[in-house]
């Protein structure tokens, strides 16, 4: 039997390149290798965290769903599914939340980092993620998760909570480990000192964009005042930042990157880079167009009712351990 994996994605707008090569390629991957059954889902509940209206929401939900088909996640192959489509995602995780320490959620680094500078508005679906989180994983008995540092602290709760619901209402789920992915810290097109970001547009570069606006951002991004190709981020962020990027796309090293354009100035390879990013994302582009005029809403219908069989007959496992039932 092959482990089961679960991931997702928020939909909170268009993914950049940072989640392209964080995320969503190594989704593509993972499907591809064939040594799981993967479950990948639109985090739209946990999505409800931040600012939006209804309209954005429901169009950044089926953009998501776009791009998750457009990059390569097959429906043949993998689970596609929209996680507030399925109802024991909210349940188990409150469930979950009755055995969950409040001083376990207040050491989340990710929630202090996000509420420092409004603690009094910071609204509580922000605190208690981390547990609809686990609810995602454990729904589904997943064995794995792939996730960036950044996530190990919420999965090591998610391992904490199935060990004390087993513990007190007799084996259920599996303890799922990290499957750790190499995720490059990209910075910011127009700030090497600052994470990439859509909420600095100018320096994040879009997997949307258009070929001119991506060699357009590429040219003008920040790079020093020598004129050397060379990767070195502490005492030159901004070109050791394109040196990276350009490494994430072609698989070469930086230091492989560097040798070829040994001699030649930033000109070259910001067009060069320019040029492999284009190539990289026009056929994502032109499918996601293609997808687009035909629908996808049924695919996306049929992931749900998937992934529904599957929790449905978990959750009734649940309930039953704990009494409801």
């Not at 997943?142 to 060990?163: C, F, I, N, Y």
């Not at 909420?199 to 949307?208: A, K, T, V, Y």
Request: proline fraction near 5%.
């Amino acid at each position: 039997m092959k482990q089961i994996l679960v991931s997702g994605i928020q939909p909170t707008g268009k993914l950049h390149l940072g989640n392209y090569l964080g995320a969503l390629k190594n989704f593509v991957e993972l499907q591809n290798s064939g040594n799981y059954d993967c479950f990948f889902f639109i985090a739209d509940l946990h999505s409800l965290t931040e600012s939006y209206t209804p309209k954005e929401k429901k169009e950044q939900i089926s953009d998501l769903f776009l791009t998750y088909l457009a990059a390569g996640l097959d429906p043949k192959k993998s689970v596609l599914f929209q996680q507030s489509a399925i109802a024991e995602h909210s349940e188990l995780s409150w469930i979950l939340n009755t055995i969950t320490p409040f001083g376990e959620l207040r050491r989340m680094t990710q929630f202090k980092d996000k509420s420092e500078n409004e603690s009094e508005s910071t609204n509580v679906g922000l605190f208690d993620y981390p547990v609809l989180m686990a609810a995602d994983i454990l729904l589904y008995n997943a064995s794995v998760v792939p996730v960036g540092d950044d996530q190990l602290q919420h999965l090591e709760l998610t391992r904490t909570l199935a060990r004390k619901f087993n513990s007190k209402f007799g084996k259920t789920f599996f303890e799922p480990k990290p499957l750790l992915t190499s995720v490059p810290r990209l910075m910011s097109l127009d700030d090497p000192e600052k994470k990439m970001s859509k909420s600095r547009p100018e320096g994040c570069l879009f997997m949307d964009d258009e070929p001119n606006i991506i060699r357009k951002k590429i040219q003008r991004a920040v790079t020093d005042s020598e004129s050397t190709i060379e990767y070195n981020p502490e005492k030159r962020p901004g070109i050791s930042n394109l040196v990276l990027i350009y490494s994430a796309i072609t698989e070469k090293t930086p230091k492989e990157i560097v040798l070829i354009y040994k001699g030649r100035g930033y000109a070259d390879f910001k067009r060069d880079l320019g040029d492999k990013l284009v190539e990289t994302f026009t056929p994502f582009q032109e499918k996601k167009k293609e997808l687009k005029k035909k629908g996808v809403e049924k695919i996306l219908e049929s992931g749900n009712e998937e992934a529904q069989k599957y929790a449905s007959k978990m959750y009734e496992s649940i309930k039953k351990k704990v009494g409801l039932a």
